[in-house]
């Protein structure tokens, strides 16, 4: 299950060969209930099952409160689960205390110690480990380099930039040479740009060094952009777990499919009737379906609207929005109280009022009851 990688990192100074263990991490019907003083139990992971493969870098995505720092505090060992296991490779963790875990954390918050340099936060653990001071400054020196602060190394956490502050929380995870680095939330307290260009830090830091990577997010964009796979989380369950374009273009189920998706994707109501998708209008949207009549709700993303003359859903634009390279209308469905959005093209003006006409090149129909997807 382990497997080696070897990677090699340009120092200042010198050449440096760095050999990195990527570990897999399995965690086997974890549950974690807390109960508060008056004896009621809330279930905070409720039987999760993944595999974070070796070298990845893992996105754990899902609103507040859906569990998934408190999975992500039980891989560290800050939490004990209250049922399930937790392997790093072969090895049980499960009742392994933190330190032996060989983690490293990166809190929300960055967790420096304001009093210390730059240098001073990074070595702090290798002292903890009593590594000859001259090595740990050499590591120090080389994890500062690899996140593009070889030169700050003097300065106090209030003299550097949010970003600065967050690489500097990274080197320092880093420096340990953990099995597995965890982050939390790590990007929440930057601005938008730096946000952005700290998000392609990290993924530039875990593929040069093959770190096997987990890191919670409630940003879909945040997750969807860096991580090798997302796994998507709602009332301390596992939803859905794929590639993040797989899970956009084929949700499991209606939560995964209004969770993700920036414009939000478009969810009314129609009914099944003897195969046929049927709108609130009359309009039949599609055939083929083999379920028994049913009232569904209908999934369309924003781009999979097309307009088209011979559409068969009849809609009035109601407001036109220019968003970037992209145009959007929101138009109104007789017989629906609520608005839907399309992406259209750019090389046609669309006027408020204005009747068009829709054909979509992809829909989802889910159970009204369940969310479950039948299409």
Known sequence: MEKKKEEIFENSDERQRTVHHSIEVRLENLTKEFSNKSGKVTVAVNDFSVTIPAGKLIGLLGPSGCGKSTTLYLIAGLLKPTAGSIYFGDEDVTNMPPEKRGIGLV?????????????QNIMFPLENMKMP?????????????LVHIGDLMDRKPNQLSGGQQQRVAIARALVKRPRVLLLDEPLSNLD?????????EIRRIQRETGITTIFVT????????????IVVMNLGLKQQMDRPQAVYEEPINLFVAKFLGN??????????????LVMKDGEVIVEGFTQEDQEVYVGLRPEYLRVSEKGNITARIDLVEHIGRDTMILCEIEGYDHLIRAIVPNDRIF?????VKFDCTKLFVFNAETGERYR
């Open 133 to 145: 001071r001259e090595e740990a400054l050499a590591l120090a020196q080389e994890m500062a380099e």
């Open 107 to 119: 809190f929300q918050n960055y967790a420096l110690y304001p009093h210390m340099t730059v240098k």
């Open 218 to 229: 409630h940003d879909q964009e945040e997750a969807m952009s860096i991580s090798d796979e």
């Open 192 to 200: 938008a740009r730096l946000r952005l260009q700290t998000r392609e």
């Open 263 to 276: 414009p939000p994707i478009n969810i009314f109501e129609a009914n099944l009737v003897g195969g046929k």
């Open 351 to 355: 006027e408020t009022g204005e009747i």
